[in-house]
């Protein structure tokens, strides 16, 4: 049983077309990786799964919800859906802590004290439990990453969107965020990443896919998608990205 | 079924919710706002006062204390009054506030520490004491000379006194309408060969001396305006008056449909070119909920317009225009505007001459015979007629009323015999043919009549008013240390790098200054200085604690006297927000300019 | 030390005459400055001044007309403030330390600008009398000048010595605050005023007769030091206990409401009212609080909280249009906001403790002070308001703040919105408002606003002008917090979204709080115009600080006119109003550093 479901997903921002028909199903606890030029609409497409964009036609269903204007779909996916931006989005007026546990309190209407036991666990998973009470500009970019996978785990989502993680991050903090994917992606968790790290590609996915101008140019296992490419635009990528 | 499940749904729709809660938004302002106007419409009628315009075609019982109209034959009048005293500080006021500000600015950022310390200490004085405590001390400190009745009468070259300040001027003679018109016209030919010289330098490249040509264009065409030439200028008051002809023909329902039309004309062009941006083949004609939006808002006002056009208040609109019984006396409509242009810049201008005091105490003079008719020809001296001056202690005084212009008499307004005529009102209508357009002249003390109180004499150099001197000296220091404030920081803003490279390429401090920092420094300020500018006509509304009579002063006058405190309000509303639009609308145009320049 | 005073001479040397240019600013400068300083100092001496006109009449600059009888309210109020400080300097205390040689650094630097202006102050000065005529007096003796000028510089010698002596003893910046008030205190009970005397024949004795200063004035102020003391130490004590700090900020909020209402009312309270009407609804609405606090985290009670929140919004809606008590709608009020925040926090033993203790405080002072603020006033002054003088002028002040803030915040966020209508609807009151000036918009609440209300309601002018100015300065307010609202990056209402808060969530716990610190300077520099504005209501003739100095002494003040003293009373004015603006302005810039390093 596929978790999400999109069929034929268009979306414009004025004159100009981000999405051209996008159709594609995930099933639990699959992690798909998607890449592309930028420009290609492949974060569009994420955050129209999260509702951060509307599609304008076409179809999206979430673990059996379909994503319309009805608020209480809205509310009901994007509680299960937790969302990974590339610059880190942590709130700069709250501690780490506070960073986490806000969602669980206010939207889950969690007691405080288990959202903070929860906070404290996860903030171990990642591995960065002795920085629960700074502000997230006392911390690097990488460690700032980890507290956002952290905030967004803390609602106890099903699905994990990645948008562009690790981007706006120095190279030698880039692993310490891959290897907290890594272990999330080994948990189970279901996982659409948009990145350009091909090596994360080739380890974890089940999926990998190319998105060029709007549309879904390749779909593939890593293992073929990166020694036996059948699209020529999948070549010239590749060719350009390694 | 599906649909019908997704329609039955509304209210958990994010579309729906959104524009019912705006909805609901708007019914609930515009209810709240019916409901002060129910509670306006029942309170008024129980005082009796009802809501009207008619006050401002109504000569007002009061005097004005400075300005262009001292006793005003109407409330629009009047208001003029206090709309062009208002200009008076706010034109001056900007222009030595710039000047101030900017030196204050550069000082505070002086190496030099005496220089840098001083301008700070004046900066931190003048910036933490309310501007209004400031206007009363200058207030005060003028009022604290010594009473203008202990100096004697005659000339002075500068003069202070409790009565104000006086100082030697170019006074305004009749000409000197057509002398500036002249000079500005004379400067727009200037640009013109310049600009003519430099295309030929740019086509032939030879050296056309575009500079040399332009400036000798200048003088020589000063100098023959300033021996009579400047009279080429009244075929600027001879086309007035046949737009004024023509626009008398102009019946008040052209204009109502002409501002409607426009509107349409401009809601449809804006629509359609907005709806054709949305068609191309890309977007297929998605629109969003904004896009909807802007289209219905661009049909709701076009109709607002057009409605309000054809309700009174646009018939009201429209007879302001065309000149109807308020606008007439005042001469605020469209035909005797220009009417007016004819008469101040027509080749020999046109004065209405009033009766002024020849003996003291004189109130009014009820004329006995004429002197002379028209057509005649007068110079300055000459016995106008012969009256009785009423408001003397021997009543009925036989006085002569004398010429003060010469020229040629074109009617004369009073024909009857034997009504008295009050000081201040036209008697007759002179074309000036003579006279300079400006005369110098230092400030005299005279004394009033044959009373013990002495003035500074009308049209004698330049005299200041405690309150024009004190809310003028107010606002500029004021604004002046607001704005150093903005110079500052948009020097500061330029960045080192900057200075450096300029430096690097030899040039001095003062040239470093004006060629590189300022330029950029300029782009930086613009927006914030024309704040201050904005805040600077605003804070000239304070005139009325020191009774200047600016447009505040003269409108809580007109309400004491008419009761009408609304329409007044409204009246000040609308001025203020124009003002404030216009200087906005120019800071931005200067703005675009320059930030085209820079790309 | 020679190697010193070389090294300075050469610093000024560079800095004053680097070139010819420079050379001629400093001296043109140093020559237009000196002018003034001596101009100044001849305005202030010359004996047409009467400085007494000042001096004597500090109660009306306070209070006005306010009743002698009912003083007490006023020291209360002053004391009250002084203890909150106390305690709020003391739970604050900084842990910064100062060495003493910089206090004499302060004095010898003070010293020097003594001596400086002893030396240049003029030794005549002119002022022009009544009929014209320069009249010239000596004001600055040459005996008087050496007794200042060998005292001083002997003690300035003695400071740069202590100042080089490299004294190893240092204090708490925060204790010193005490040496500033412990002076003027002290003072009090030693020095004579002069004061103004009839003799027999009415005529003023001349000169002033000093006398020592009123027990009415210096007892209070002594106690409130003494209280101010205490109160510093309890400070002290209770420093590490955090929740106090928050109280404490919550009481300052509260104070100037309990201020003003006591000043304002000598409630006339019906006790059989508040027996039979406020008591019971108060404890009716404390058991429902209490009920709603213990009990709505249990997880049966818990599904049906949305009903119980509808119950309670539909039942204040209708409160608010059925006719029951004043205080019953208040509460209803209340208790809606209150019950659509406890399920977050009443999650613990002591989430729950501290929620009733707030409930219950903030009943009572509903409950006090609508009680207080319906009765009629026990006050009863000649003249038409019971405010006057400087305590107006807090009021407007304070007041003014406290109700267009929230209002600007709401402009602020309108304009912002996405929502079409309601943007264009707040930025159209708030370019209205702010084009217009804000004498204008006061001459609107004294004439124009009784015509927009129903008919038989009146309000004192007062408030006419706080609601004014709430939409007045709210406008500005308005404008700087939209400054803070589009510095937010678009990725804060992104990450807001992802993790599914609501709109009203977003705005209150991210957006806002950011918005607003990011805006806290211009927003205390707001602040300070419209303190500086408050002036402006001495031209709708309210009795302010300014009306007080420019007008009101001129004729009321007892027991001889000041007539023609007008400049010594607005230079009085305008350096009381420069203070508070100028202490105000730099301790923002100080809070504004502090904010700047700790949090980003």
């Given amino acids: ?242 | 079924m599906k649909n019908a499940i997704k329609y039955f749904l509304f209210f958990r729709n994010v579309v729906f919710l959104k524009w019912a809660f705006q909805v609901i938004f708007l019914f609930g302002i515009l209810s709240i706002i019916w409901n002060y106007i129910q509670n306006a419409i029942v309170n008024l009628a129980d005082t009796n006062i009802a809501f009207s315009w008619g006050w401002l075609g109504e000569t007002p019982g009061v005097s004005v204390a400075e300005g262009m109209y001292t006793l005003p034959n109407s409330g629009l009048q009047m208001i003029q009054t206090g709309m062009v005293n208002m200009f008076r500080i706010t034109v001056t006021g900007i222009f030595a506030a710039t000047v101030l500000g900017t030196f204050l600015g550069i000082a505070r950022l002086s190496s030099n520490y005496i220089v840098e310390k001083s301008s700070t200490g004046l900066l931190e004085v003048v910036r933490n004491v309310p501007l209004l405590v400031q206007i009363y001390f200058f207030q005060a400190f003028v009022l604290s000379f010594p009473r203008l009745e202990v100096f004697d009468t005659g000339e002075y070259f500068f003069h202070a006194s409790a009565k104000g300040i006086a100082f030697p001027w170019f006074n305004r003679g009749p000409n000197s309408y057509l002398l500036m018109v002249y000079a500005l016209l004379v400067l727009y030919i200037a640009n013109k060969i310049y600009k003519w010289r430099v295309e030929i330098l740019e086509r032939e490249g030879r050296d056309t001396k575009p500079f040399l040509w332009s400036v000798g264009t200048l003088i020589t065409l000063l100098v023959i305006g300033w021996y009579g030439g400047f009279r080429a200028a009244g075929v600027v008051g001879f086309l007035a008056g046949y737009i004024s002809m023509g626009l008398e023909a102009v019946p008040a329902i052209v204009y109502q449909m002409l501002i409607s039309g426009t509107a349409i004309y401009i809601g449809f062009k804006a629509t359609k070119k907005f709806i054709d941006s949305k068609k191309s083949e890309e977007a297929q004609g998605i629109y969003s909920d904004d896009d909807y939006f802007k289209i219905i808002l661009n049909v709701v006002v076009v109709l607002l317009v057009v409605l309000i056009m054809f309700s009174s208040i646009g018939a009201g609109f429209a007879g302001f225009l065309v000149g109807d019984e308020i606008t007439f006396k005042a001469d605020w409509g469209l035909p005797q505007l220009f009417h007016g242009i004819e008469n101040k810049l027509h080749w020999y201008p046109s004065i209405d001459v009033e009766v002024v005091a020849e003996i003291e105490g004189m109130k009014k003079a009820e004329i006995i015979n004429w002197e002379i008719k028209p057509g005649d020809k007068i110079i300055q001296g000459d016995v106008i007629a012969t009256a009785y001056a009423t408001g003397t202690k021997i009543d009925k005084q036989e006085v002569e009323l004398i010429a003060l212009e010469t020229g040629t008499v074109e009617s004369l307004l009073v024909e009857e015999k034997g009504i008295a005529i009050k000081l201040g009102t036209p008697y007759y209508e002179l074309e000036v043919t003579d006279g300079d357009p400006f005369i110098f002249s230092k400030p005299k003390i005279e004394q009033v009549g044959t009373t013990k109180f002495q003035r500074y004499a009308k049209g004698h150099g330049k005299s200041l008013s405690v309150g024009y001197f004190a809310i003028w000296l107010g606002v500029v220091l004021y604004t002046a240390i607001f704005i150093s404030e903005v110079v500052r920081a948009g020097i500061m803003a330029v960045s080192k790098g900057q200075s450096e490279a300029g430096m690097s390429l030899g040039l001095r401090r003062g040239a470093l200054l004006r060629l590189v920092v300022l330029p950029q420094a300029i782009r930086v300020m613009l927006p914030p200085m024309g704040n201050q500018y904005l805040n600077l006509a605003k804070n000239t509304s304070l005139g009325i604690a020191v009774a200047y009579p600016e447009i505040v002063a003269v409108g809580q006058t007109l309400y004491n006297q008419e009761g009408q405190t609304l329409p007044v309000f409204l009246i000040w509303m609308m001025f203020y927000s124009s003002v404030s639009l216009t200087i906005s609308s120019i800071i931005n145009y200067y703005n675009r300019k320059m930030k085209i320049v820079e790309r | ?600």
């Fill in chain 1, 1 to 242: 049983m596929s978790i999400i479901q999109a069929k034929d997903v268009k979306k414009w921002f004025g004159d100009f077309q981000a999405l051209k028909g996008i159709s594609m199903e995930i099933a639990e606890g699959e992690v798909l990786v998607i890449c592309g030029p930028s420009g290609s609409g492949k974060s569009t497409f994420i955050r129209c799964i999260n509702r951060l964009e509307q599609h304008q036609d076409g179809e999206i269903i979430v673990d059996g919800t379909e994503l319309t204007n009805d608020l209480k779909n809205i509310e009901t996916i994007r509680a299960e859906v937790g969302m990974v931006f590339q610059s880190f989005n942590l709130f700069p007026h709250l501690t780490v802590m506070q960073n986490i546990t806000l969602a669980p309190i206010w939207v889950r209407k969690k007691s405080r004290s288990d959202s903070e036991e929860k906070a404290m666990e996860l903030l171990n998973r990642v591995g960065i439990p002795e920085q629960a009470d700074k502000y997230p500009g006392q911390l690097s970019g990488g460690q700032q990453q980890r507290v956002a996978i952290a905030r967004a785990l803390a609602m106890d989502p099903k699905i994990m969107l990645f948008d562009e993680p690790t981007s706006a991050l120095d190279p030698e903090m880039i692993k310490e965020v891959l290897d907290a994917m890594k272990e999330l992606a080994k948990s189970g968790m279901t996982m659409i990443v948009v990145t350009h790290e091909m090596g994360f590609a080739k380890e974890v996915a089940d999926r990998v896919m190319l998105f060029d101008e709007g549309m879904m140019v390749e779909e593939n296992t890593p293992d073929e998608f990166f020694d036996n490419p059948k699209n020529d635009r999948t070549k010239l990528f590749l060719s350009q990205i390694l």
């Fill in chain 3, 1 to 600: 030390m020679v190697a010193v005073i070389k090294k300075n001479a050469k610093a000024l040397q560079e800095s004053l005459f680097s070139s010819v240019g420079s050379s001629v600013l400093t001296i043109g400068t140093t020559y237009l400055v000196l002018n003034f300083f001596r101009g100044m100092f001849g305005f202030v001496m010359s004996s047409d001044k009467d400085w007494l006109a000042v001096l004597n009449n500090m109660q009306l600059y306070m209070v006005q007309a306010y009743p002698e009888s009912d003083f007490i309210r006023v020291w209360v109020s002053v004391g009250l403030t002084f203890v909150f400080s106390g305690i709020s300097i003391g739970l604050w205390r900084s842990e910064d330390r100062s060495n003493v040689s910089s206090i004499f650094d302060t004095f010898f630097k003070i010293g020097l600008g003594v001596l400086f202006f002893t030396i240049v102050a003029p030794t005549f000065t002119s002022y022009m009398g009544n009929d014209g005529s320069v009249i010239t007096e000596e004001i600055f003796s040459r005996s008087t000048r050496l007794g200042i000028l060998i005292p001083t510089l002997i003690a300035t010698v003695a400071f740069f010595g202590l100042k080089n002596m490299k004294i190893n003893f240092s204090y708490n910046n925060s204790d010193v605050v005490f040496l500033y008030l412990f002076i003027p205190v002290a003072l009090l009970w030693f020095v004579k005023l002069p004061v103004i005397q009839l003799d027999q024949n009415k005529e003023r004795i001349m000169p002033d007769p000093l006398m020592p200063i009123a027990n009415t004035t210096k007892i209070p102020w002594s106690v409130i030091f003494v209280m101010f003391l205490i109160a510093y130490f309890i400070g002290i004590y209770f420093k590490d206990v955090k929740r106090l700090k928050n109280v404490m900020s919550i009481s300052w909020f509260l104070l100037p409401l309990l201020i003003f209402s006591w000043i304002f009312k000598k409630p006339q309270i019906d006790m059989g009212e508040v027996l039979t009407g406020d008591i019971p609804i108060f404890f009716i609405f404390f058991i429902i609080g209490l009920v709603t606090v213990l009990f709505i985290n249990n997880p049966i009670v818990k599904k049906y909280y949305s009903i119980y929140l509808g119950i309670i919004l539909v039942g204040t809606i209708a409160g608010i249009f059925i006719g029951i008590p004043m205080l019953a709608k208040a509460c209803l009020l209340l208790l809606s906001l209150f019950s659509m925040v406890v399920p977050a926090v009443s999650t613990s033993d002591q989430g729950k403790r501290s929620l009733i203790i707030i409930w219950f405080v903030a009943l009572v002072t509903l409950t006090f002070l609508l009680r207080g603020g319906a009765s009629e006033t026990g006050i009863v002054v000649p003249g038409s308001s019971i405010f006057g003088g400087f305590s107006l002028t807090w009021l407007l002040a304070i007041f003014g703040t406290y109700v267009s803030f929230p209002l600007g915040v709401l402009l602020a966020l309108g304009r912002n919105s996405k929502l079409p209508i309601v943007r264009i609807i707040c930025t159209g009151i708030i370019e209205l408002v702010r084009s217009v000036p804000y004498i204008t918009w006061l001459f609107f609440a004294s004439v124009t606003l009784a015509v927009f209300l129903p008919a038989g309601v009146e309000f004192n002018l007062i408030v006419r002008v706080l609601m004014v100015t709430a939409f007045f300065s709210g406008a500005y307010f308005a404008e700087n917090i939209r400054g803070g609202l589009q510095s937010i990056p678009k990725g804060q209402y992104e990450a807001a979204d992802a993790i599914g808060m609501s709109p009203f969530q977003k705005t209150g716990l991210i957006v806002l709080p950011q918005a607003l610190r990011a805006v806290i300077p211009t927003l205390v520099s707001s602040a300070i115009t419209a303190f500086k504005d408050s002036s402006l209501v001495t031209i709708i003739g309210l009795f302010d600080f300014l009306t007080i100095g420019k007008t009101v002494i001129d004729n009321q003040s007892v027991p001889v006119n000041f007539v023609g003293h007008q400049r010594e009373n607005l230079i009085f004015v305008a350096v009381v109003y420069w203070i508070f603006t100028f202490t105000l302005s730099r301790r923002s810039m100080k809070v504004e550093k502090r904010l700047g390093l700790g949090e980003r």
